[in-house]
């Protein structure tokens, strides 16, 4: 399976136009967070790709690693950004611009020493500093070495002329390190390098947040921050679906994938690469169930597989944090079903109960939305409730029993998608209605209780739209469902019709799958009428899903 498409156009034409605009003079930084997954070193590696040739672009991402591994790897690549800026890409074995199958990304793993002698003769002022920071690292000085490695930044754009930018894909592991000031002295750096554009990424968008607010916006050093969530339903569901063109039943397969893994782009890319290897080795190719679960087996049950791993390390700082024993047992009961701090504390007691929430918040793996919790990751979730929770409770970890308990935990959530697959779009809604418990949630920046309905029905309009009338605790609700967009004049009916009704709705609900334009949705907050768009409905499909029932 080939690279996806580049799945957020007008991001990436934002990316570059802020480079553009650093060209000219103009500098905003940038910050991209989002759920892992989403795409952000996918859109970085394009950036740097596409670069002009007006700028020197410093990139370097960073893993669960050394000091030193760190500090070698971000100096070559000072060094290779170097030389490419200089006219001397083949020094390093990058091919030219033209050439798509290059990944210019990754720097050549190539000694460092080596790297200084290659420069050496077109970067002498930047081979000459790097010099100087190698005993550092040999002599284990990493916190010094790591501030003399950022001020070889400023000697490099001295030497060329020309501005740099210096990209630091997933820029929270420079903790994890052990470089206790690296913060600051990169904040210091932000504040204080006009001629610098920074470029920060990171999946723990929690912490994220925090240490950009707190410890780098300084005076001039202000970022632009860019949040990445999952892919707009339609662009997912196209991609999905070219990708498993041949395969028999693919208009089950596809919408599945996304109500499953989520409208990420790594994790869909991971899946399809490999459920297209299987159908192309000849593992029944026209059986789309079998060829899921064994796909979804080797990726995630199987202790070898990458997202399996993935899991893994997710929970692998948790466990080791302050009241880890007890955030884990919280975390795999909210990604049961438990919403509610209540609801938890009954489960497990309610001793350290507040602390462990807050060193899942704290871990991003899980989200307080009103008085619920939720799992946010759906592969994690799925993988604490089926992989996870069989190896707690089976203490010889027989790998038959966990693997037919993860296929049975798939094999409910495929039939639960099934049965709502067969039903209208208010039908799904209905559904979604019946299963509210008097929980509080913040949708569309309101705060609003889901009340345990008594009674539901559904009346039509001449137009085909669908109403919906739900009574329960002495209140009425009316919901309006909209499958296409929703327009101007779909609102003043509903509002006539939300008029007509006795008792009068306490709550007026605008559900729509593709959206509403500037004006309806105006009219729609002027008429205090709360709207879920499809952001929103995943989010109570995931607090009211399968998994929950």
Known sequence: MSSPPNLRPELARHLSQRLEAFSDGFRHNLALIGPPGSGKSFQLQQLVAAAPNTLTLISCSLYRESCRSFLTRLLGATLQAGCIAAGQRQAFGVPDRNDSTTDQWLVPAQPLEQMVRTAEPVLPNTAAAIRTIEPLVNRRSYAEAFTRTLDTIPVLAEELRQPT????????????????HAFHELGKRVMTWPSTLFILSSSATYRARAILRERLQLLFGQFELLTLESLEPSTASEWVHQALVGIRRADMVSPFLLRWLGAYPWYLTLFLKRFKELAALGHRFDEPEHLFLQTAWDLLGSPEGPLHQWCVSRIESL?????????????IHVAGGARTATEIGSRIGRAGLSTALQALVEHDLVQRNGSCWLVTDPVVRC?????LLARRTNAQSDE???????EQYLRSLWVHWEQLHQLSFSEQVV??????????????????????F???????????AAYIIADGGGRRWCATVQ?????????SSFERFCRSQQPKPSRKVVITRT???QNARLLAKTSNMWVWQPSDLSLLAGLYGAQHR
């Open 165 to 180: 930018v210096l990209i630091l894909d997933e820029f929270l592991y420079l903790e994890e390190l052990g470089l206790g």
């Open 319 to 331: 466990v080791h944090a302050r009241s880890g024993a007890r955030a884990l047992d919280t975390l």
């Open 383 to 387: 993988w604490l409730s089926s992989v």
């Open 400 to 406: 038959t029993l966990v693997r037919h308990r993860f």
């Open 431 to 452: 559904h979604l209605f019946e299963r509210f418990d008097d929980e509080t949630v913040w949708l569309d920046s309101k705060t609003g209780r889901l009340p345990k």
């Open 454 to 464: 008594d009674s539901i029905r559904t009346e039509w309009t001449a137009n085909s």
């Open 483 to 491: 499958e296409r967009a929703v327009a101007e004049s779909d609102i």
């Open 515 to 517: 959206g509403l334009d």
